[in-house]
């Protein structure tokens, strides 16, 4: 039982270019979500979804897309990265259920130069 | 939304009881209270949670405060290793994943 997997977990893009963060969980969660934090701040949810083949915009959306063709899988893709958007990005997952817990991912550490 | 306030800072000392606040003055009665902490270069880790009345489990304390508008987080004995940021969020189903919003949290130190 793995738990919440991110792929990859450091990554350096120059501005302009494209790159995909995969999130998978094990758990067979409904919810999953991407969230960015910035240095010394807390976590801004981007995107959100409550279930296969849905999506959600949570509070800082500009720039990003994301996708969840399978359960397990959640991408969020950033088509034209920019220096705005460094940051490190979690990805989280729950049951629907107001007392359950969310499972979070160890990161990826995107720096755009 | 309802939103959570917390201190940005706290020190304790090593071995000693450690009280972490959150008022949440606007908590509607279907929201669960929520801790989790996120320790240096890691994602954040789910602590405890609760409703009305107190919680424990293996990690901390969670005291409700009767009106809810206010929870504490109790950790007994504090160690080395909980030195990290505590959130303090609310969850209720009936909004989503939307309300899901994480402050700035406390960053809690603890001196050897």
């Known amino acids: 039982n793995a738990g919440v997997t991110q792929t990859p977990k450091f990554r350096v893009l120059k501005t302009g270019q494209s790159m995909t963060l995969l999130c998978a969980q094990d758990?067979?969660?409904?919810?999953m979500y991407w969230y960015r934090q910035d240095p010394g701040m807390g976590l801004r949810l981007i995107h959100y979804s409550v279930g296969e083949g849905t999506t959600a915009k949570g509070e800082v959306p500009d720039g990003y897309n994301v996708s969840r063709l399978k359960k397990q899988n959640f991408l969020l893709g950033l088509e034209s990265a920019a220096p705005s958007q460094t940051s490190v990005y979690f990805c989280?997952?729950?049951?629907?259920?107001?007392?359950?817990?969310?499972?979070f991912g160890n990161g990826t550490r995107l720096t755009v130069t | 939304d309802a939103k959570t306030t917390q201190p940005n800072s706290m020190e304790s000392n090593e071995e000693e009881p450690v009280h972490l606040p959150c008022n949440h003055s606007t908590i509607s009665g279907t929201d669960y209270i929520h801790w989790y902490r996120q320790l240096p270069s890691q994602g954040p880790e789910y602590v405890i949670h609760g409703l009305t009345s107190n919680v424990n489990n293996r990690m901390a304390s969670l005291a409700i405060a009767e009106d809810r508008k206010s929870s504490t987080l109790i950790l007994h004995r504090a160690t080395l290793r909980d030195a990290a940021v505590y959130y303090c969020i609310l969850r209720d189903y009936n909004q989503g994943a939307q309300k899901l919003v994480f402050g700035q949290g406390t960053r809690l130190t603890i001196n050897p």
């Open positions: 989280a997952s729950s049951y629907p259920r107001s007392n359950s817990p969310l499972h």
């Open positions: 758990m067979n969660h409904e919810y």
